[in-house]
């Protein structure tokens, strides 16, 4: 195959299979239809060409040469109708006779009327053009003159996305006129460049060859056609490799130009393998080549254009990790305003309890307000539940759909917010919100690929304040069933302590309490009153900002302080309490709270046994991990019942026990809570293992010292 006949083969095949894209994207697309039919035009246009260059006889020539001319005469007209459509401009009835006059010019070109004859020029045969060709020419520069002035005028009034689609496609027609009339030359008699001896070349198929790189970009940077096209790893890799080679390509055609002796075919396609072995294994090597040291040539090719998109990768690859809807919110705040620069945004979300949808946020800020006029069923919610869009644009020239009634129901609905796009909040199949964005500060529309991950965003976010909603909603009920079991734990223990103390001042109110019930019921009542003190006490604890008095102390001096303190109750069940201990082990600790958790532990393990068991308190000091602080632990093991399996996870919940016979050994079920806020004052851990008719160990570990504590630990609410 000859160098000349490549080019024009190469423009065939591209445009070919870019026209079949086009239309395989929405076959019913008046657009796209009319995008086939202008693609296949050049297709043939090019086809012939290639032939007119590979054939050796005139008889062949000619048909070929009469081939081509259907793909030039529907040129024009192609063209128009496409501009009309992608500028918004109604077809008239001017285009159906221009539809009419150049099929009435195809016609012609079956006899010698359009083209009499062919030309050999040393190298191609070209067409001779006939009294039909000088009609067409005439209509052919009036129809391309139309075009460029429409794009023209529609590109200065065109919103911006809009126009950057419209100017691409300018660029492209003006490449492709501004060459294509180059071919023209040999038709018209000139078989030379005016004032040289260089044959003419067939730039225009070259140019068609850069025209369908051209709409190539413009579908996939700036959504031409309305066709929105996602590249995977593998594709976008490809995309970098084939423009290298184009590069390399059309940089190779230059030189086989001017030096066509030292350019044989082998070395000519033996310099462009080359190319693409070392653009192959340089990108493996060094990925950051096509970039010139950074990405940001990779991001405008791929229409990755800003650097504010791997932070937003990055923040919806943060957002499962939010606990707070206040702090998500914020740190999304801080994403658009500083990164993406929106000049505004407003989040509306639906109230749980008072089910308005009202202003969540906003930037510049604004007050807190209700929007009475927005509900489940409103417009807004109506087009996206139906139409199922992932998003709604206020700007209708930006897209090359037809507005529904219902779509301009909803952008009525949110006018008065004057954003740019609105994206909803879903859980599920049910609204709860929508976010309203502005346009952005430097004025740079909003790309596909922007859209692309601001959808994305949304989705995450509508996902995680669900989810944090339903876990508030679940807390709230968890802290409802609580207040209720204290209710009812509080109202039966006080209740039971409360009536020998009510016995005894009735008795005492009726003069009717003698010598002995007053020895059977005093005791009673004034150990029943002290029961309720400490109840009272544990119950406050609860309530109080406590900041421990940390000091230097003996935590085993601690530990055998607690074992003495409790001596009466284990002797009584004639049990025995071995406690291992180094001494002078010295702890930054407040040693009143830390007896205390000690004793707590101890007079559980002290319960749980049956009598004459053996109870080992012990202290170890743990392998150093931390170079400025050392840790204890501390284990209380009892060979008791053991604690249920179900019960495990619930025994460190306020008002939880399971000591329920008899009023005096009945537990308050605030021990082991107490215990776990001691721990956490202390910056320690504190864990249980138990196992039913096997007993129960409990482990708790302590630094030796405290550091970075900068302010008092907040108390621990019941939870």
Same mark, same amino acid.
């Not at 669900?466 to 009812?488: D, P, T």
């Not at 003190?533 to 406590?546: D, G, P, T, V």
């Not at 000091?621 to 495990?648: Q, S, V």
């Given at each position: ?464 304040? !669900? ?217 320690? !851990? ?34």
């Amino acid at each position: 195959m000859k160098f000349s006949e490549l080019i024009p083969l190469s423009a065939a095949t591209i445009n070919f299979f870019l026209s079949l894209f086009v239309f395989s994207r929405d076959s019913r697309s008046l657009l796209n239809r009319i995008y086939l039919l202008w693609g296949l035009s050049i297709t043939v246009w090019n086809l012939g060409t290639f032939f007119l260059f590979r054939v050796s006889n005139e008889r062949e020539a000619v048909f070929w040469a009469h081939f081509l001319q259907f793909g030039v005469i529907f040129l024009p007209v192609t063209l128009l109708h496409l501009c009309l459509v992608l500028g918004k401009i109604p077809a008239t009835r001017m285009l159906g006779l221009l539809y009419a006059w150049h099929g009435a010019l195809a016609a012609s070109n079956f006899t010698d009327f359009f083209i009499s004859g062919v030309e050999y020029t040393g190298y191609a045969f070209y067409s001779t053009a006939g009294p039909g060709f000088w009609i067409f020419l005439f209509s052919y520069v009036l129809v391309a003159t139309t075009t460029v002035w429409i794009l023209w005028s529609r590109l200065r009034a065109a919103p911006p996305l809009h126009r950057m689609r419209l100017k691409s496609l300018l660029w492209a027609n003006g490449i492709l006129i501004l060459f294509g009339n180059n071919d023209l030359l040999p038709i018209l008699g000139q078989h030379h460049y005016p004032g040289t001896q260089t044959p003419i070349y067939p730039l225009g198929s070259a140019a068609a060859i850069v025209y369908g790189l051209i709409v190539g970009y413009s579908v996939l940077q700036h959504q031409l056609l309305d066709i929105h096209v996602t590249l995977g790893r593998l594709a976008a890799r490809a995309v970098r490799l084939l423009f290298f080679l184009l590069i390399g390509l059309s940089l190779l055609l230059v030189l086989k130009t001017f030096f066509p002796e030292q350019f044989r075919p082998f070395a000519f396609y033996g310099c462009l393998g080359v190319l693409l072995v070392t653009a192959v294994i340089a990108s493996n090597l060094f990925p950051r080549l096509f970039g010139v040291g950074g990405d940001a040539l990779e991001r405008r090719i791929l229409g990755d254009r800003f650097e504010y998109h791997d932070k937003i990768q990055g923040f919806i690859q943060s957002i499962p990790w939010y606990a707070d809807v206040n702090l998500l919110l914020e740190d999304f705040d801080d994403l658009l305003v500083k990164t993406v620069r929106v000049s505004s945004y407003q989040i509306i979300l639906l109230e749980e309890v008072s089910r308005v949808f009202s202003l969540f946020r906003s930037f510049p800020e604004q007050p807190r307000m209700q929007f009475p006029d927005i509900h489940l069923d409103s417009p807004i919610f109506e087009y996206f539940q139906n139409s199922k869009v992932e998003y709604l644009t206020f700007d209708p020239t930006s897209s090359l759909r037809e507005e529904t009634p219902s779509e301009r129901a909803a952008r009525r609905q949110l006018k008065l917010f004057n954003p740019q796009f609105c994206f909803p909040f879903f859980a599920g199949d049910d609204p709860f919100g929508i976010l309203l964005l502005g346009e952005k500060t430097s004025g740079e529309p909003y790309t596909p690929h922007d859209l692309h991950l601001l959808t994305l965003l949304v989705k995450n976010l509508s996902l995680i304040i !669900n989810q944090i909603r339903l876990k508030k909603q679940v807390s709230m009920a968890e802290e409802l069933e609580l207040i209720g079991r204290m209710s009812r734990g509080m109202a039966h223990d006080l209740n039971n302590l409360l009536t020998p103390v009510s016995t005894l001042l009735q008795l005492l109110r009726e003069d009717l309490l003698d010598a002995g019930k007053s020895e059977e019921l005093l005791p009673v009542a004034l150990r029943n009153v002290g029961t309720m003190q400490s109840y009272i006490r544990e119950a406050l604890f609860f309530s109080q900002n406590h900041t421990p008095r940390l000091e230097p102390g003996r935590l085993d001096l601690v530990i055998h302080k607690a074992v003495a303190t409790a001596e009466p109750a284990w002797r009584r069940k004639e049990m025995e309490v071995a406690v291992s201990a180094p001494e002078e082990v010295v702890v930054e600790m407040d040693s009143v709270l830390i007896r205390r958790l000690v004793a707590n532990l101890l007079s559980n393990a002290i319960d749980a046994p049956p009598p004459k068991s053996k109870i080992n308190v012990e202290l170890h000091r743990l392998a150093r991990t931390e170079a400025n602080r050392d840790w204890l632990r501390i284990r209380i093991i009892d060979e008791g019942e053991g604690i249920k399996r179900e019960h495990l996870k619930r025994i460190f919940k306020p008002y939880f026990t399971t000591k329920d016979h008899g009023d005096e050994t009945r537990g308050f079920g605030l021990g082991l809570a107490i215990c776990r806020q001691i721990v956490h004052l202390h910056c320690g !851990n504190l864990n249980i293992a138990s196992e039913e008719k096997k007993g129960t160990t409990v482990q708790v570990d302590l630094p030796s010292r405290q550091i970075n504590r900068h302010a008092p630990a907040p108390a621990l609410h019941p939870s």
